[in-house]
């Protein structure tokens, strides 16, 4: 029964089931990944302090958040082009990937081929 249960808990953010992650973490409501926890920690590395929106930094500040945050794309990126590959590798068609990300099979070929 409990066995069962795991077997359905995927995480909330990026939607990988548990069999697919190295690490689950539940909260009261949801569950995170160890993926989706370092890319809220990378986030959170490129937010300063007290943090009140982006309009309330100087240019300076905002200038310096450039770099942490197109690094977090790219991880995030890196991770999304990994599963591409693994897709790919094992004859998923761009028609089934264009599917899964809600783009069509050409936007999908053109963004990871
Ligand atoms: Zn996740």
């Given at each position: ?112 081929s």
């Amino acid at each position: 029964m409990n066995q069962l249960r795991r077997a359905f808990l995927r995480c909330s953010f990026c939607r990988k089931p548990n069999s697919k992650v190295a690490k689950l973490i539940a909260g009261r409501r949801g569950y995170i990944c160890d993926v989706c926890v370092a890319s809220c920690n990378k986030i959170l590395e490129a937010t300063p302090p007290g943090f009140a929106g982006w309009e309330t930094l100087t240019d300076e500040q905002i200038l310096d958040a450039l770099l942490p945050a197109e690094r977090t794309v790219e991880a995030v990126r890196a991770v999304l082009q990994e599963q591409i590959d693994v897709l790919r590798k094992r004859g998923v068609s761009w028609e089934a990937i264009g599917r899964a990300l809600q783009i069509s099979r050409q936007a999908a070929w053109e963004r990871f081929s």
